[in-house]
Structures are given as structure tokens and as C-alpha cells.
């Protein structure tokens, strides 16, 4: 027992590998000895190894069959291995076995959100917020079903409300932040109280950031990539093209994944960095401490306030220049995160008080797509004599309000169209009886919006945009991902970007950032009325929809866009500039700066 206590002191401390050696003999015992099967299944499960996770929570279920905390453990590593369905049976057993602890009641709402269960999931986080009024797990997880069914604005006050109520819990704080972006009614002034806030809450938790010095004739930057996604997720089809093009005489890229379900994809970017670490296991002090013993000079975040980020890390400090980029497309309020690489065009002059961080702007696009493996771009006709078929393939969490009155007076404006829906939220039938009522409202018969959920691999998914002429962005979070994958489809897109005089917010201008770099510049609205027009007018022009599809692909492709060695020549010498003005400041300030 003794033993047990001291593993898990190395587990408290971070220190996974270590206590998964020592747990080792013990779990091979003969009954299983339920506590080290436990404990090695929670070493599993923070090292990013989910099967062998799940093996040990079914062997300590052996010596404890109605063990909640073993049940909710099998529950996690069933998720994680994409076993939705059974984890969620598990995660009903562990709330009945012990119906007064919130730990699995918890556990379930948050896999029925994982599962896209998502009206299940509203209706069940509600039910127990009845029960347990004050809980801030269960509020964050409410906000989080509701942004993802495709309703910001209720999702966003409900994580506004719960971070105020609850100012030192950190996922409320980071999930408020992240929703203001997909909502029509709230401007930079509202995002970037979100941020302060957010600022606030690390500082009282972390205090000021640690100064790293830095390295002496560095000739060649070290830079560090940290993500939790570079696996099969659009993170990918971004940082793909700078693994493959940066010059490795200016610069030596490390990654560093805390993606707890690597894949294909990521075996493939492994083989591309100079250097690969998996370090899920670690808490955020000892990733800033390997990240600081690597010598990284310049430390890149790609996920902002998205699922699995690790914002605590930049927080404490790890690297002498730390810069956000891509994977969160506005201000983290992130304390140490001193920089974030934009563009002229999301983030133009002018908008510098609007973010906690410095603005490094590229003198290009400052993203670069790189399509998944796989992909079939032949182009194939369309707009024949059949219907008009307008598409979007975004995520439901960008419908917003203002998003669902564009695309219905598009419809209105071509009478016979139709608009197809695809995204994994649509498999919940209460998400789609939720958007057909939305058009409804708007004078759109349901027949006209075909809501379906996506199939399987990237590829795939792609090779349904042939069945769309049209493709239609959101706003005021506007589609990168999409909107690539539609141009390399050869489909066009019509794009809202959000005037900076009316307070919009950088996302809102991505697509205009795209399409302007594609040469694609005509079909930018600034507003719902343009936006309506654009789109009608390629509708009701079959000829000029057929010659601008014509050759679309193979333009875009030869676009600044997928520029890979352009891309990457310009981000390794802004993070170069970055760097540099860092260290100059702090020789400038001396020794007690450092």
C-alpha cells in the first residue's frame, strides 16, 4: 500500500513515465490488485495510451465491480478510443453505482458532447444543473453543447455568466473566450473583455510569466510547434506545408504533441519535423521545463482556447519569444504569449488594441493549405440544367444568427435551389430539427436545406463538394478550412467580411484574406444584402458559374495560399523579427529584465 501511495506522488507530479516502471509489477498480480490496475489506468490514460488504459480499468473492475471511479475510468478510454456508444453505457452504470458523486454525472454529459449526442447532452446538463445548481463543470459542459448544436449566442451568455459567477475556474474562463468569435452581437470590445479576464484569472492562479533569456548566436532558430492537433484535424493541412518546406538551414523545427489519440496523419508529420515529442503525460510546469531544456528560442501555440491547448504552459513561460498562430484565430489573453502571427487583411492596421498580444503581420496570406492525402481533384461539370445546389460543410457552432438570414435570402433569391448541410454535429436528429426550423422562420421550406452528417475520411468528405455549385461561407466566423477545401475542388465560395470600422473581429475577414490571394476578390460581400447578390448572381449566370469553375482548382493550387515554400520562407523570418526584438529588449533592460 505504502508503494501505491509513493506512484501516486510521481503521478501528482507528472512524472508518468516513471510511475508506469514502477506500477509495472504490481499489476501483474494474480487476483488483479484493483488499486494498482487503477492507478496504472490513469498512467495510461495521461501518457496518451488508451488501450492499454482500458485494459487496466477492466482488470481493477475485477476486484471492484461497482466502482464509479474505475467505471468512469473505462468510460474515458472507451471515448477515447471512438467507442461512444459503449462509453456512454458505462458512464450511466458509474452514475447509478454512485448517484450522489457529480464525478460521473459529469463524465456522461461530457460524452454524449464527444458523441454528438449533443440534444441529449443539452437536455441532461440541464436536468442536472436542476439538481446541482451550482457546478461549474456541468455549466461549461452546457456551453459547450449548445455552441456546438449551432447556438453561439445562448452557448456564449451561458459561459459568460458562468465565468463570472465562477472567476478562478479556468475551463469556464477559456470556454467563454473561445465563443464570443462565432457570435453576430458581440465585437472585439466584447472579446477582449473575455481575454482580460482570462489574463486575470492565470496571473492570480501563476503569477507573472518566467523570463527565458535568450540564446546566445542563435544562427539557426530553433522553433518549437505545441498542439494538440496534429493528427487528422485541419491543424494538420496548415503546419503540413512549413514541415515540408522550411529552409533547415535558417531553422529547426521541434514538435510537440499532446495529442492523446495520434494517427496516420501524425505518423506522416513526425516524419517530416526535425524533432518529435509526445508529451501529453506532462502537466504544464514540466512541459515549460522540457520546453526550456530543448533551447526552443521560439515556441509557436497552435491552439489558443481550443479543446486540449495548453495555454498554462506559455502562461509559466517556456521559451524566450512565444507566438500564437492558426489553430485560434483571435487574442488569448493568454499572460507570456507575446505575439500572434496575422495578416494585413484579418488584422489590418489599426486594430492593434484590440488584442493582448503584438501583432506580427505577414506580408502575404498568412496561412498556407496543403491538401489531405488522398484527395481526387479531377474537376467534374456541374451547374447543368438541374437545380442550384449551395453547400456548406462548416461546423454548426458558425451558425450564427446573422449566418442562417444570408444563406436563407440566398434561397429566396433563387427560387428552386437547394442548400446542403454537412457536418458530424447534423447526426443528432434534434440539431437538424432545430436548423429547418430556423430557415422556417425565415420563409424557407425544409425540402430546401438537406441536412446530412459527413462520411468518413478527409478525402471523402472533399469529394462531396462535387455535388455543390456554390459554396456559401458563415460569418462572423468565416470557414478556413472549408473554404480551401471547396477551392481545391474547383467550387467557388461566396465570403461576408466584417468591416473594421463596425468592430468586426479578424475571423470575420479570413475568407476575404483567402479569396483575395486566390484572386477571387469579387465574390467578398460586406454585407448581407452584397453577400445575397454575390451568390444569386453565380445562381441565375449558369455561363459565368461554368467559366469561373473552369480551371478553379488548379488556379487556387497556384495560389499564394499553397504557396508552401513562399509560406514558410516568410514565417521563419517574421518568428526570426519576433525573436530578435524579444532579445533586444532584453538586453535592453539588463539582467533583472531576463
Not at 518566467?210 to 494538440?228: H, Q, T
Not at 436563407?408 to 447526426?427: D, E, I, Y
Not at 434534434?430 to 478527409?458: C, D, K, Q, Y
Not at 523579427?577 to 533586444?584: G, I, M, P, S
Request: aromatic fraction near 6%.
Amino acid at each position: 500500500m505504502h508503494e501505491v501511495f509513493e506512484i501516486q506522488r510521481l503521478v501528482v507530479e507528472g512524472r508518468l513515465e516513471e510511475a508506469r516502471e514502477r506500477l509495472r509489477p504490481l499489476t501483474r498480480s494474480h487476483p488483479p490488485d484493483a488499486g494498482a490496475n487503477m492507478l496504472m489506468s490513469v498512467v495510461h490514460a495521461g501518457l496518451g495510451e488508451p488501450e492499454a488504459a482500458l485494459y487496466s480499468a477492466r482488470r481493477a473492475l475485477e476486484g471492484r465491480p461497482t466502482d464509479a471511479a474505475v467505471l468512469v475510468n473505462i468510460g474515458n478510454a472507451l471515448s477515447r478510443l471512438g467507442a461512444a456508444g459503449e462509453s456512454i453505457e458505462v458512464y450511466e452504470r458509474a452514475v447509478a453505482a454512485q448517484p450522489r458523486w457529480d464525478e460521473p454525472r459529469c463524465a456522461l454529459v461530457t460524452g454524449l458532447l464527444l458523441a454528438d449526442r449533443l440534444s441529449a447532452c443539452v437536455d441532461r446538463c440541464r436536468g442536472e444543473l436542476e439538481a446541482f445548481p451550482e457546478h461549474p463543470r456541468l455549466t461549461a459542459a452546457l456551453g459547450g453543447a449548445l455552441l456546438r448544436a449551432g447556438r453561439p449566442r445562448e452557448a456564449a451568455e451561458v459561459l459568460e455568466r458562468g465565468a463570472r459567477r465562477w472567476p478562478d475556474d479556468h475551463t469556464l474562463a477559456t470556454s467563454w473566450c473561445s465563443a464570443g468569435h462565432y457570435c453576430g452581437d458581440r465585437t472585439w470590445r466584447e472579446h477582449l473583455e473575455a481575454a482580460r479576464h482570462y489574463s486575470g484569472m492565470m496571473l492570480g492562479r501563476l503569477g507573472p510569466p518566467r523570463g527565458v533569456p535568450a540564446r546566445e548566436g542563435a544562427s539557426r532558430l530553433r522553433v518549437g510547434l505545441l498542439s494538440a492537433d496534429l493528427k487528422r484535424h485541419a491543424v494538420a493541412w496548415f503546419v503540413r506545408p512549413l514541415l515540408e518546406h522550411a529552409d533547415r538551414g535558417e531553422v529547426e523545427l521541434l514538435v510537440y504533441s499532446t495529442a492523446g489519440n495520434e494517427d496516420a496523419t501524425s505518423d506522416v508529420l513526425r516524419g517530416l519535423a526535425d524533432g518529435w515529442a509526445k508529451v501529453m503525460g506532462l502537466d504544464m510546469r514540466a512541459l515549460a521545463q522540457r520546453i526550456r531544456g530543448d533551447g526552443v528560442d521560439v515556441l509557436v501555440d497552435l491552439s489558443g482556447h481550443t479543446a486540449g491547448h495548453r495555454l498554462g504552459t506559455i502562461a509559466t513561460g517556456a521559451a524566450a519569444t512565444q507566438v500564437g498562430y492558426f489553430g485560434f484565430p483571435n487574442t488569448t489573453g493568454c499572460p507570456g504569449l507575446g505575439w500572434r502571427l496575422v495578416d494585413a487583411v484579418t488584422d489590418p492596421e489599426g486594430t492593434e488594441s484590440w488584442s493582448t498580444e503584438r501583432l506580427l503581420r505577414l506580408p502575404r496570406p498568412h496561412l498556407c493549405y496543403g491538401a489531405p492525402d488522398g484527395v481526387d481533384a479531377r474537376e467534374e461539370a456541374r451547374a447543368g440544367d438541374g437545380p442550384i445546389v449551395f453547400g456548406s460543410f462548416s461546423a454548426a457552432s458558425k451558425f450564427d444568427p446573422l449566418t442562417i438570414g444570408m444563406w436563407a435570402g440566398v434561397l429566396k433569391a433563387t427560387p428552386g435551389s437547394v442548400l446542403r448541410l454537412r457536418h458530424s454535429a447534423m447526426a443528432d436528429a434534434g440539431v437538424r430539427a432545430n436548423l429547418w426550423a430556423r430557415f422556417e422562420r425565415h420563409g424557407v421550406e425544409p425540402g430546401r436545406v438537406r441536412i446530412e452528417p459527413p462520411s468518413g475520411r478527409a478525402a471523402d468528405l472533399m469529394a462531396e463538394y462535387r455535388g455543390v455549385d456554390v459554396a456559401l461561407d458563415t460569418f462572423p466566423y468565416n470557414g478556413v478550412t472549408t473554404t480551401c477545401e471547396a477551392l481545391w475542388m474547383g467550387v467557388p465560395v461566396v465570403s461576408r467580411a466584417g468591416p473594421v470600422a463596425e468592430g468586426w473581429m479578424g475571423p470575420s475577414r479570413v475568407g476575404e484574406a483567402v479569396l483575395g490571394a486566390a484572386g477571387l476578390k469579387e465574390l467578398v460581400a460586406t454585407g448581407e444584402e452584397g453577400f445575397v447578390e454575390i451568390a444569386a448572381g453565380l445562381a441565375q449566370d449558369r455561363a459565368r458559374l461554368s467559366a469561373l469553375r473552369r480551371g478553379l482548382g488548379d488556379r487556387f493550387r497556384a495560389s499564394p495560399v499553397c504557396d508552401g515554400a513562399g509560406f514558410a520562407s516568410a514565417f521563419v523570418a517574421a518568428l526570426r523579427r519576433a525573436w530578435e526584438t524579444d532579445r533586444a529588449g532584453a538586453l535592453a533592460e539588463g539582467p533583472s529584465g531576463a
